[in-house]
Structure formats: C-alpha cells, structure tokens
C-alpha cells in the first residue's frame, strides 16, 4: 500500500491535518506575450483567498505549471498574486511572512546554457525546447522567475526557485523520506556546465523541497537564491 490507510484524503481532512480552501487564482490569455514587467488581473477575492491559505505557515512551496493543451499562462500570473499575497501578511504587525519555495526549470533565465548542456546533442534540444517544442510553457516560468528576481527584496519577500531538470518516473520505486541522510538529489548553481544530467525523478524533486522547508537559518539553501537540481 503506497499511502497508508491513516494518511487517506479523507482521514487528513477529517482531523484537520489538511485544510482544503476554495478559490482561483489569476490566469493569462491564450498567446499573450509576456514580461516580467506584465501586470495581471488579480481581484481583491482571489488575493483574500491566498492570504487566508498562507497566513500561519512558515513556507510556501509552489509547483504551478502550463496545461499545455489550453497554453494560458498560469506560472506568472500566480506567482505574482502569490507574492503579493505574501507581500500583504506582515502589514499592521499581522502574520509572518512564509519562506516561498517555487519550482521551475533549467534552460531558463541565467540556465539556458546549463539546459543545453544537460540535454545533449550539443545543446540542440535544450535549443529546441526553449526555443520551439514548449516555448509558451518556459515562457510562463521565465516571467515568473524574472519578476520573482526584480521583485523579492522590494517586496521583503523571501523567494527561492528551485529548477528541475526533465522530471522521470521509475517504475515500482518508492522513496522513503523518513531516511533523512540519503539524498537523492544534487543542487548546483546555474553556472555549472559539467555535473548536469538530463533527467531527476520526481520524487526526488519533492526530497529537494522537503529539505529546503527544514533547513533552519536558510544555511545549505540560502534565502532569495536559485539551485539547479540533478539526481545524485
């Protein structure tokens, strides 16, 4: 049994463990060309939401994403209503504001050549990607990452972008968290070309992310930084 029983949707609902909050969050039009300088929608309903979401926890973590059939930017817009949702907590000696921890990719911003070189064929489909297989898709993350960078310390924000390599799935494979010394994973920073591989399973993405939450003092991940991840 890969949940346990006690760990069923309805049973963590149930005791409070889990907290379901309805609500929406901004999205673009289908084709909209974007900046980080692109203000969005956002209704004074779905900010309320948000900030009804996060207020009380220590961190955020966001693994927002492009359906790539409908193509409507979904990163940025959300990022943007995240953040300033997030902005909103400490005004007038309110909630503390949590630590937001965002997943992205490589082959964007700053890691477009750490993208090529993980990828292979001398750098043609990290080339082929970015550039015209999922551009819409990266469009929306990179507009997302360059408004977190131009934006997070006006803010008092503290945002870390956490980027994935291609995401793999092994079959019949199971990790076990409660193994706190057996990483998984690697982190690098974007300038590194040579320790890059083309794949990181999923799970391993979510140990990355568990382990930012508990590193205490911001000592192995940093504050307001980006980590490139690989498998180990």
């Given at each position: 049994e ?16 889990l907290?379901?909050?309805?609500g929406?969050?901004?999205?673009g ?17 779905q900010i ?7 207020g009380?926890?220590?961190?955020v973590?966001?693994f ?10 979904v990163?940025?817009p ?7 949702a ?6 007038g ?28 064929c ?19 993350m ?9 934006n ?10 956490l980027?994935?390599?291609?995401l ?10 409660s193994?706190?010394d ?51």
């Amino acid at each position: 049994e890969v949940i346990p029983d006690q760990f069923s949707y309805d049973k963590v609902v149930g005791t409070g463990q889990l907290v379901v909050i309805k609500g929406s969050l901004p999205t673009g039009g289908k084709g909209e060309k974007i900046d980080s300088n692109t203000n969005f929608t956002v209704t004074d309903d779905q900010i309320n939401t948000l900030k009804e979401l996060i207020g009380g926890a220590t961190h955020v973590m966001s693994f927002l994403g492009m359906d790539p059939n409908n193509k409507l930017p979904v990163c940025f817009p959300g990022i943007q209503a995240l953040m300033r949702a997030t902005s909103d907590l400490g005004d007038g000696g309110g909630d503390l504001k949590p630590k937001i921890v965002i997943m992205s990719s490589i082959v964007l911003s700053d890691s477009y050549a750490q993208g090529k070189a993980a990828w292979g064929c001398c750098g043609g489909v990290g080339w082929l990607m970015r550039k015209k297989i999922l551009r819409d898709c990266f469009d929306d993350m990179e507009g997302a990452e360059q408004y977190g960078f131009e934006n997070r310390e006006k803010m008092g924000l503290d945002v870390t972008f956490l980027r994935a390599t291609v995401l793999a799935d092994k079959k019949d494979y199971y990790l076990d968290y409660s193994n706190v010394d057996a990483k998984k994973y690697y982190i690098v920073k974007s300038d590194e070309l040579k320790r890059v591989k083309m794949n990181i399973d999923r799970q391993h993405v979510v140990q990355c992310f568990v382990d930012a939450v508990a590193d205490k003092g911001s000592q192995h991940f940093g504050s307001n930084c980006e980590w490139s991840l690989f498998d180990a």
